[in-house]
């Protein structure tokens, strides 16, 4: 999975880090003990929390979508990642897919 593209992170129902690739886990200066199972809230700028919680946590289990967050590194910086919600797409739960956006 970590070869599909540059940052790939899966985000569980509660909104939990289940899965991330060591190409995103570089970009964000941390490592995978660090983040797996912890809520992607900890990972988020400022400015994205309210979007992810209003979107994400409380109406994504009933359409999908896609949402633009800026995630915040370990050194300052922040990292452009798209959020695809997946409603009931794994064991009858919602998940949302991660991906990092390419640098310009």
Request: hydrophobic letters at 40%.
């Amino acid at each position: 999975m970590s070869a599909v593209c540059d940052g790939l992170a899966i985000i569980d129902d509660r909104g939990r880090i289940a899965y991330i690739n060591d190409p995103f886990l570089k970009r964000l200066g941390v490592l995978k003990t660090e983040v797996l199972r912890k809520p992607l809230t900890e990972y988020l700028a400022p400015e994205s929390r309210s979007t992810f919680e209003t979107t994400f946590l409380e109406q994504a289990h009933e359409f999908a979508a896609t949402l633009e967050l800026n995630l915040a590194t370990r050194n300052g910086r922040t990292v452009l990642a798209k959020l695809s919600v997946l409603p009931g797409s794994y064991n009858e739960r919602m998940i949302g897919l991660l991906t990092e956006e390419p640098e310009n």
